[in-house]
Nanobody, 121 residues
Framework: QVQVVESGGGLVQAGGSLRLSCTAS????????MGWYRQAPGKQREMLAT???????NCADSVKGRFTLSRDNAKYTIYLQMNSLKPEDTAVYYC???????????????WGQGTQVTVSS
């Protein structure tokens, strides 16, 4: 089966750093854009960043200058380096991957289960 799995979340003090990873696996014909969303308690899901297959990135204004997105195509993995974390960054972080798979025609987004990031003050 096709899976998208995040890891690297945890508890960190304000000003600290975390590095999240997201790996896609399974029978995948092609991997296109990948990215990250987050959802804080009581809030709507927020798009954070997207990275294309060529490595071009787009980040939300709320995290520009603090978060950096990268990818390793050989490992089907993207990374989110989060620095200068703030309590308002506390959320469940979700990874998505735009994939082409044998069972479907076209490119579709697959989502991970999420990883919790908690920033204490």
């Amino acid at each position: 089966q096709v899976q998208v799995v995040e890891s690297g979340g945890g508890l960190v003090q304000a000003g600290g750093s975390l590095r999240l990873s997201c790996t896609a696996s399974g029978r995948i014909l092609a991997i296109d854009d990948m990215g990250w969303y987050r959802q804080a308690p009581g809030k709507q899901r927020e798009m954070l960043a997207t990275i294309t297959s060529r490595g071009s990135t787009n980040c939300a204004d709320s995290v520009k200058g603090r978060f950096t997105l990268s990818r390793d195509n050989a490992k089907y993995t993207i990374y989110l380096q989060m620095n200068s974390l703030k309590p308002e960054d506390t959320a469940v972080y979700y990874c998505y991957a735009d994939l082409t798979v044998p069972q479907r025609f076209g490119v579709y987004a697959y989502w991970g289960q999420g990883t919790q990031v908690t920033v204490s003050s």
